[in-house]
């Protein structure tokens, strides 16, 4: 089932050709069109990322070290044991939903590229899913619909630093009473990413990324360290554990201070 969040689009021609500096504001909300941009022409050569293919294949040894930390992560998502109600935001191609769905009671998957979401339901081939397009930045659930366990892939580091304050009081909101948070994320590591993608100061918050046909994006991609991340979520009320893969990967579980779930 796809619902369609995206009646209003965000609208780029309202700056187009605009050659004077855009306050921070409006250069942020440019940056996350061309990020969503980006994805949707992405979608069907996104795994060929995960999968280590193409210009992401690094050789054996890499491949092979790649697939064993991202086992660790799979097997910390199982040990958390996601239950019930599932919001999986910035759900792409599915390597994530397909883990989640043997927990869930009912798993709502929420992304905005049309493109993403076909390969998701594709690889799932279940109705049980709920899809929903929509901007992250302007979606919410129906007022009384909360969830026990939200997820999200690679999405935290996509997020402008000005907008993550605002997106973690959301998370809080959706979440149930004792509801937890996972989320898995990259580590600041040039071997991750493509072969010609240049990996730019660890400070940097917006580099280009490159398709198979060498179109260019810019997209937000924010590497956080460990210690930094968990100090930002306890400043918001948030307690996290986060912790690291050798290499690639950063993953965290966490629940809002005060609703605390029952096995804290
Ligand atoms: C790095 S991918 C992560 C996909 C998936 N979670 C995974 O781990 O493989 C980022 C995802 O965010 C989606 N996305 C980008 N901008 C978005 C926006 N403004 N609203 C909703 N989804 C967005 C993209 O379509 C893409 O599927």
């Given at each position: 089932m796809l619902q369609d969040f995206?009646?209003?689009?965000?609208?780029?021609?309202?700056?187009?050709g605009m050659t004077e500096r855009l306050p921070q504001e409006k250069e942020t909300s440019l940056v996350l069109l061309e990020q969503l941009d980006y994805y949707r022409a992405r979608a069907t050569e996104y795994d060929q990322w995960w999968l280590r293919q193409g210009r992401y294949d690094r050789g054996p040894a890499l491949k092979a070290q790649w697939f064993a930390e991202a086992s660790v992560v799979q097997t910390a998502l199982v040990a958390f044991r996601p239950e019930g109600r599932i919001l999986e935001l910035a759900c792409g191609t599915g390597i994530?939903?397909?883990?989640?769905?043997?927990?869930?009671?009912?798993?709502t998957a929420v992304d905005g590229s049309r493109e993403m979401l076909a390969i998701n339901a594709a690889r799932l081939g279940l109705p049980m899913v709920r899809y929903i397009e929509a901007d992250l930045f302007r979606w919410r659930p129906a007022a009384e619909e909360r969830y026990d366990t939200i997820f999200f892939g690679?999405?935290?580091?996509?997020?402008?630093?000005?907008?993550?304050?605002?997106?973690?009081?959301v998370v809080a909101s959706w979440?149930?009473?004792?509801?937890?948070?996972?989320?898995?994320?990259?580590?600041?590591?040039?071997?991750?990413?493509?072969?010609?993608?240049?990996?730019?100061?660890?400070?940097?918050?917006?580099?280009?990324?490159?398709?198979?046909?060498r179109r260019e994006f810019r997209v937000d991609k924010i590497f956080y360290e460990?210690?930094?991340?968990t100090r930002h979520l306890t400043e918001l009320g948030w307690s996290f554990e986060i912790e690291e893969t050798t290499n690639y990967f950063m993953y965290g579980m966490g629940y809002r201070m005060g609703r605390e779930p029952d096995n804290a």
């Open positions: 995206t009646a209003e689009p965000l609208r780029r021609s309202k700056f187009d994530w939903t397909e883990q989640l769905l043997p927990f869930a009671t009912e798993l690679f999405w935290l580091s996509h997020l402008p630093p000005e907008r993550f304050a605002q997106f973690w009081n979440l149930a009473p004792r509801g937890r948070v996972f989320f898995v994320d990259s580590r600041y590591q040039e071997t991750s990413t493509a072969v010609d993608h240049i990996l730019p100061e660890r400070s940097a918050t917006v580099l280009q990324r490159r398709l198979n046909d460990r210690d930094e991340l």
